[in-house]
């Protein structure tokens, strides 16, 4: 094979590699085309809990949780076919499983190598778990802050609507009043026009009744959402790593069912992907007393252009006396924590059009299911 | 809490996390660390599965099958007919077949698949289980 310059001789080569592979505080997977694992680094062996001896050869979605674990030969084809770049050079969040079946969230960056006439991906895996947890705990104080702020404007909105929304209505109600004592009796053709002067009137304030509540509306809709057509797998993916952050040590485990039917949704991608941290660490936590702690991430396909997202855990379930209010802020059965995390995820699944609820799960523990508009049926 | 009493029946049986892996056949001469059993079930002290744990906390038992390529499946692990029966999915009939040999770490385990094929699998690896629910007496 022609190369350019000298280079190194394959066991020169081949040496080099490893030492590299010895050294970087990275974990690093080097792969074939196919996805089959050719070198597993120090870091590797240590990140994953396989010695190298033992991949070599294996499939590199063996390091993978379901669902990318069955598509990642198809990710492979789809990138040998199209040349399309969803991972190469961009990286992402995502999760990877240990040998001893616990999963984690990492920082997956891969790169993309000719070798002679074979091409291969190296994969440099950084461990999040760490990082993520202070990042997340800011991100989530930041949440709370700004729907704090947004709950106190709106008490002292809603104050001043209570009063604007007075004089309309008293006005309609005088108008009503004064239209029907003219008609009293045996009307005149004036008192006939009198009337529907007043009814007229009426109907005038009636509306502008109807524009306050309209701006209260369009205030508590966020206008600042950015929708967009996203995939759902991946958003479930995405938040799933995050959320699991710190959650290694409890051992649980996790099983993503995805409806491949509903995977494009039309929605705010960050918006949603704090929904979804949101209730899976609510699940998280809600298990960490039980003997059995399973996390069941599930989509469907419906209602109508709707998909419907469950989160499922096998935890203590919820109290009965905090289930009536529990979509209202500050309602809270947390030691710690302010109870604002399932009011934004209504503010948001209802800002989607969407609808969240709970249900208790058979055997033990709760289902939080929201819906979210496909991406079918774009407004 | 679900049966937490029931965990600390006897002191000599503590629940643990089995790894089996499949082990050298004529089609993997080397094995694959990739194709694997996780196991959660109470083990007594000679690695021998205790049974009267398991009847107590049936929901308990669980298996998950890693198989490349595969979507993840869980499971669980009932008593059938003498041996053990690895169950995924609502048919109750089909699953896999582990005789009643006790679980240490380098045991050779025979399985048999729902096709009848045994394949041999080696236990890898046993730990116990993260924090289960103590008795406080």
């Known amino acids: ?379 | 809490m679900l049966h937490a009493s029931s965990f600390d029946h006897d002191a000599r049986v503590s629940w643990k996390s089995v790894r089996l892996e499949l082990a050298r056949s004529p089609e993997f001469p080397r094995g694959s660390a990739s194709r694997a059993f996780l196991l959660r079930l109470p083990l007594c002290n000679d690695g021998s599965i205790d049974c009267e744990a398991i009847n107590l906390n049936e929901s308990q038992a669980t298996v998950r099958r890693f198989w490349a390529s595969e979507p993840d499946s869980l499971g669980k692990i009932v008593r059938s007919d003498g041996e053990w029966s690895l169950r995924f999915g609502s048919d109750t009939s089909a699953g896999f077949r582990m005789p009643d040999d006790k679980l240490v770490v380098d045991q050779a385990i025979s399985i048999q698949g729902p096709d009848g094929v045994e394949l041999p699998f080696r236990v890898i690896s046993i730990a116990p289980l993260g924090r289960l629910p103590s008795h406080a007496s």
Request: proline residues 4%; charged residues 25%.
């Open chain 1, 1 to 379: 094979m022609d190369q350019p310059a000298s280079p190194p001789s394959g066991s020169d080569s081949e040496a080099h590699l490893r030492s590299i592979l010895a050294t970087v505080p990275d974990a690093m997977v080097v792969i074939d085309e196919t996805g089959h694992i050719l070198s597993f680094s120090a870091a590797a062996e240590k990140l994953f809990g396989y010695a190298e001896s033992e991949v070599v050869g294996e499939n590199v979605s063996m390091l993978m949780p379901s669902p990318d674990r069955e598509r990642h030969d198809g990710y492979l084809k789809n990138y040998r076919n199209t040349g399309e770049r969803k991972i190469i050079g961009i990286g992402r969040v995502t999760t990877a499983r240990h040998r001893d079946g616990n999963t984690f969230p990492i920082e997956l960056s891969v790169g993309e190598a000719w070798v002679g006439a074979r091409r291969i991906f190296t994969g440099f895996v950084h461990d999040i778990t760490h990082r993520q947890q202070a990042e997340l705990r800011l991100q989530d104080l930041q949440a709370e802050l700004a729907h704090v702020g947004r709950i106190s404007e709106m008490a002292s909105l809603a104050s001043s609507l209570a009063h604007e929304l007075n004089q309309p209505l008293t006005a309609v109600a005088n108008y009503c009043e004064s239209g029907r004592d003219v008609l009293a009796g045996k009307p005149t053709v004036d008192a006939i026009e009198t009337a529907r002067e007043a009814f007229d009137e009426a109907a005038q304030e009636a509306l502008r009744a109807g524009q306050i509540v309209r701006r209260l509306r369009d205030f508590m809709s966020h206008g600042e959402s950015d929708c967009r057509v996203e995939s759902l797998s991946r958003l479930i993916t995405e938040a799933n790593a995050l959320a699991l952050v710190g959650s290694r040590e409890h051992g649980i485990d996790v099983q993503i069912q995805l409806d491949h039917e509903a995977d494009a949704v039309f929605v705010d991608r960050i918006q949603v992907q704090q929904v979804l941290t949101n209730l899976i660490r609510n699940a998280i936590d809600a298990m960490i007393g039980s003997s059995v702690r399973s996390l069941t991430i599930r989509t469907t396909a419906g209602p109508d252009d709707f998909v419907t997202v469950c989160v499922e855990d096998t935890g203590a379930g919820i109290d009965e006396t905090v289930a009536p209010q529990l979509f209202q802020p500050f309602v809270t059965s947390k030691a710690t924590g302010m109870g604002v995390g399932l009011s934004i995820c209504r503010t948001i699944v209802e800002g989607h059009g969407g609808r969240i609820w709970f249900e208790q799960r058979p055997g033990g523990g709760t289902i939080f299911c929201f819906t979210l508009p496909t991406a079918g049926e774009v407004q």
